[in-house]
């Protein structure tokens, strides 16, 4: 049968959107690795294993046993001595922008894209070699650099994308300018939006098509920003951005994929709409009344709290709209983390780094820094199963539809060998030099052992 020039230029698509998704599956990894003489952290349990044998096929942990395992010593096997070392689950950042990291916010919003997705890409391997197998990214153009890690072209984490940030005209993450307005509705004009890192909806109905066109590129969880935030120059922290039925029609439009929302508040205003319309999760809190803790804790929702480092905070300008912003952030961080304990709201860990390089290098210490309000194994349940346990929030968006953030049968192997024992001295995780062996699915990519 002879085609039509149109009909052959859609097979012509059709053909490509195949072979994309067809290549998407990662190499094979490490055929058997055995660890031998292991103590284990669970990523559950707030203690360790009696010397223990992990058995690794494939990408999963096969084996778990006290007892000695039995395997075939072929080239294609790694026996690993333990010696009485804890082996652990991979770390877990639920709160992270891979995109927004080793360049300024200048260069994020203006800069070179070539560049930018270069210097993610390097980002992307570090934050691995800190031993953090896993991240969620609230905020930012990353579906390329997660197809370019899954595919094996890059290493880094796994990653949980938001695509970019769902704001309002003026609202935390509209980074124009004066002489950007007035906005063509519909049109994403602003270099932020072109690249993905932020999308404007102003109207229920653009909210439903933002959302979507999140969805559509392989969006694992939608993230709003429903009141003010510290670096967005033009969004007041007391103002509460979307209207009730824009939030409702973001909800909607998500669960619709069987998916959630995921909401940057800061205010119990902020807050208590955002859950009124059905939203999931919520980011920071730090602004809150001990009414809104208990809303959450009532309702089940998640909180997705970050222990921010000063460096942060005194590495904005003196002077500056976003520094005073912060000033008054800040006091808020400790009252969040007592309330949350105080009523037993469901809590996640992360970091929200932005635009510094030098402070990602501390991603592991400001995990140690919740040693301020939790014992080392608290913290560390946290950063493992508790945020494993939120990721599968996503359902059939989850791109990685397995067990996370524990040590246990049949789930993902992404383990670290630690010298040390976390448990006891959680200043180890601040350290990527504790780490002697980082696995992930499957695959090593630091071995200290072996050197």
């Not at 691995?128 to 595919?151: C, E, N, Q, S, Y």
């Not at 002489?179 to 690249?195: H, V």
């Not at 969006?219 to 103002?239: E, H, R």
């Not at 809104?292 to 929702?301: D, F, N, Q």
């Amino acid at each position: 049968m002879k085609l039509s020039v149109r009909h052959s230029a859609l097979l012509a698509v059709l053909t490509l959107c195949s072979s994309q998704v067809a290549v998407t599956q990662p190499a094979a990894p490490t055929a058997v690795a055995l660890f031998q003489n292991v103590r284990v952290f669970d990523g559950a349990n707030e203690r360790l294993s009696p010397p223990t044998n992990v058995l690794v096929r494939g990408n999963k942990i096969e084996r778990i046993s006290t007892q000695p395992i039995a395997v075939d010593r072929s080239a294609d096997t790694r026996i690993i001595d333990g010696g009485g070392r804890t082996l652990m689950p991979g770390l877990i950042d639920v709160h992270w922008h891979a995109m927004l990291i080793r360049n300024s916010a200048a260069e994020a919003i203006f800069g070179d894209v070539g560049f930018n997705n270069l210097a993610a890409g390097q980002e992307a391997t570090d934050t691995l070699m800190r031993g953090f197998t896993t991240v969620r990214d609230v905020g930012g153009p990353v579906f390329g650099l997660k197809r370019a890690i899954d595919l094996g072209l890059v290493a880094g984490p796994r990653i949980y994308p938001s695509g970019a940030m769902i704001t309002i005209t003026s609202g935390h993450g509209d980074f124009r300018q004066m002489s950007d307005l007035p906005r063509t509705i519909g049109a994403p004009t602003a270099r932020m939006e072109q690249l993905g890192g932020a999308a404007i909806a102003d109207s229920p109905d653009e909210m439903r098509v933002r959302v979507r066109e999140q969805l559509m590129q392989g969006a694992s969880q939608i993230k709003l920003t429903a009141g003010g935030g510290v670096s967005s120059p033009f969004s007041p922290l007391d103002v509460s951005t979307f209207t009730d039925a824009e939030l409702r029609a973001a909800v909607e439009a998500t669960e619709n994929w069987g998916t959630y929302v995921v909401a940057h508040a800061f205010t119990s205003e902020a807050i208590q709409r955002s859950i009124a319309a059905g939203v999931k999760c919520i980011e920071h809190g730090f602004l809150m009344d001990e009414a809104t803790a208990r809303l959450i804790a009532e309702k089940g929702v998640w909180l997705s709290l970050q222990p921010l480092p000063e460096e942060m905070r005194t590495g904005l300008p003196e002077g500056s709209v976003q520094r005073e912003k912060a000033e008054e952030v800040w006091p808020g961080i400790a009252k969040t983390y007592e309330l949350a304990k105080k009523y037993k709201i469901k809590t996640a860990w992360g970091t929200d780094v932005l635009f510094s390089a030098e402070i990602a290098k501390h991603q592991g210490a400001i995990l140690a820094s919740l040693a301020r309000w939790y014992t080392p194994a608290e913290a560390l349940v946290m950063a493992t199963g508790t945020n494993a346990e939120l990721l599968t929030l996503s359902g059939k968006r989850n791109p990685y539809p397995g067990k996370l953030g524990v040590v246990q049968e049949g789930a993902y192997a992404d383990l670290l060998l630690v010298e040390g024992n976390p448990l006891e001295n959680l200043t180890l995780v601040a350290d990527p030099g504790s780490f002697l062996i980082i696995m992930k699915d499957g695959r090593i990519y630091k071995d200290k052992l072996a050197d």
